[in-house]
């Protein structure tokens, strides 16, 4: 019998492993050729998006703004519509909590309460801050009473202080906590772009698809129509409407009424995009096979062309959403949308309009930066959908 050289490697040893080792990656790719070619256009999609790193922390920050104004009643401390509460702190400047100062460190975080006294100078009411009054946050304290969503009541808050009052953003001029008011205001106009986008939605939908379809004439007095509405000019159209609403109306009927508005003249732009994918699609060999059969025309738009480009559809949508958010925050800062006291991002950038709150009270600015967070943050994860449902336009490097 031979007997193996202990200084020479053992064959079986060195080439099993490797032979492994290649067979796992031969395995992992042939699995990942496999995902890739039996993906549905969703997976395709968000797997494309997650590599675009500006999309996903736009993704990330939308995300965050938009729980924010969800749960606005629970994050708050203080119910925004009621005006007056802090009488002592008019245009207050914001508290930042700390832990340590010249008296020491404490294991809670304070702010400090506030002096207010009449200048000498020009007679105006002066609030300067008291370090010697710490005012203790609490976290999860019972205070005013909401429902949040609409209709699951509570009174439980994230923070509050031990005694008065604490506003992290400042007030405004009615003793109005400003950070209150910012995460309600964030709420109001995404509940007024989604049903402005929802209407929208739906008039496109069927204006462009009842236009891509049959086209010919039927075409033709469509986009006429569609080209009438695109060149109303907006600001006007608007003062008119604003003259013609009753001063009576409730904030709740405004509300209403300003959503419907910005989504009757939001769909031509879909319409045209829907309009333009079903003169392609309508003569696809699908199509013909479904008019063979009987189909009617409503069945083959709903059940075969329009979930033919459904993803499409939602990337319009994300883009479509920050311009009627702007729509309505234009409308409430020239006075002709909402008004006080709903809290929108429209309503808080009219504050902002004076030089004494410039020169005097910058704080007011700060809702400014969350709807720009707000309104870049929908921008880009548009532009990250639209580059990942377009299988060649390529994806950046």
């Given amino acids: 019998m031979s007997q193996t050289d202990p200084t020479q490697p053992n064959l079986a040893e060195t080439t099993g492993p490797a032979v492994s080792v290649v067979e796992t990656e031969d395995a992992v790719a042939r699995r990942a050729r496999e995902a890739y070619f039996t993906a549905t256009q969703r997976q395709l999609i968000w797997a494309r ?20 104004g969800l749960f606005a ?36 975080p304070f702010v400090y309460g506030f002096k207010t006294e009449r200048s000498p100078v020009n007679l105006r009411l002066v609030t300067t801050v008291d370090t010697e009054d710490r005012r203790y946050v609490q976290f999860f304290v019972t205070g005013d009473d909401y429902k949040l969503f609409g209709f699951i009541p509570g009174n439980l808050h994230l923070f509050g ?59 033709g007095i469509i986009q006429m129509v569609t080209d009438a509405i695109r060149t109303i000019p907006i600001i006007p159209l608007f003062m008119a409407i604003a003259a013609f609403i009753p001063d009576t109306w409730s904030s709740e009927m405004r509300f209403f009424f300003i959503s419907i508005i910005i989504g009757f003249i939001n769909w031509p732009t879909l319409a045209r995009r829907v309009r333009t994918h079903l003169l392609v699609e309508r003569n696809q ?13 409503g069945h083959i738009i709903r059940r075969h062309l329009l979930p033919s480009f459904t993803s499409y559809i939602i990337v319009d949508l994300v883009i479509s959403f920050p311009y009627i958010v702007l729509s309505e925050t234009a409308l409430s800062f020239i006075g002709l949308g909402l008004k006080d006291p709903v809290n929108s991002l429209g309503v808080m950038l009219q504050n902002t309009t004076s030089a004494d ?7 007011y600015f700060i809702p400014v930066f969350f709807f720009i967070a707000l309104v870049l943050a929908f921008v880009f994860v548009g532009d990250g959908l639209r580059d990942a449902a377009d299988p060649y336009g390529g994806q950046k490097k």
Wanted: glycine share 10%; hydrophobic share 45%; charged share 15%.
């Fill in 285 to 297: 060999e699908y199509v013909l096979a479904s008019q063979l059969c009987g189909a009617p025309a």
């Fill in 357 to 363: 709150v410039l020169l005097n009270y910058q704080w």
């Fill in 49 to 68: 998006f997650k590599k675009n790193r500006t999309a996903m922390i736009a993704a990330t920050i939308l995300v965050l703004l938009i729980l924010m």
């Fill in 73 to 108: 009643p629970f994050l708050s401390p203080y119910d925004p519509s009621i005006a007056g509460r802090d009488r002592d702190y008019l245009n207050g400047a914001p508290q930042v909590p700390q832990f340590c100062d010249h008296n020491g460190c404490s294991a809670r």
């Fill in 161 to 219: 202080v031990d005694e008065g009052f604490v506003h992290l953003f400042g007030t405004d001029d009615t003793g109005k906590d400003i950070f209150s008011r910012t995460l309600h205001a964030i709420y109001t106009s995404l509940a007024v772009g989604t049903l402005g986008v929802l209407i929208s939605f739906v008039l496109a939908l069927i204006i462009g698809g009842v236009a891509g379809y049959f086209g010919g004439v039927t075409d």
